[in-house]
């Protein structure tokens, strides 16, 4: 019976670290680089006070969602991670439809936008921005 239960218990483990890593393989991930227009840093800062919060209670498949800002305030790199195409076709939706959209895309000046991950071709059609996919080629997650 106990050899029984320890051959369960380790079969459960490896199903579950399974599924955990094919999980994250359908991950997409935006990075964004941009520039702030010139006079936009703070009322953009504020900007993300409210529209972080609210994409965070409203996409519970937004894995990541990070800006990061250069001291001078010049510079924006932007990471968001999504568990699949689907939730990242549901952020660029919600977000179009957002009241932060305007304000956003007028403040900022994407000089560069890359799709990692295995994006399908509804999405990429759907990301005005950038058609620069990259799928994966060699690595882990863990």
């Known amino acids: 019976m106990k050899k029984l239960l320890i051959l369960v218990s380790l079969l459960i483990t490896s199903i579950s670290f399974a599924g955990h890593h094919e999980a994250t393989e359908n991950q997409i991930i935006f990075t964004i680089n941009a520039d702030i227009v010139e006079g936009k840093a703070e009322s953009f800062k504020a900007l993300l006070k409210d529209m972080v919060p609210a994409v965070k209670a409203s996409e519970p498949d937004a894995i990541r969602y990070q800006y990061f800002m250069s001291p001078d305030n010049k510079k924006l790199t932007l990471i ?10 549901f952020h660029m939706a919600a977000f179009r439809v957002s009241p932060f959209a305007e304000e956003f895309l007028a403040s900022i000046s994407i000089t560069s936008f890359v799709v990692a991950g295995n994006a399908s071709p509804e999405l990429m059609k759907s990301l005005k921005q950038t058609s620069d996919n990259r799928p994966p080629v060699q690595g882990f997650i863990r």
């Open 80 to 89: 968001e991670v999504y568990a699949s195409n689907e939730a990242a076709l």
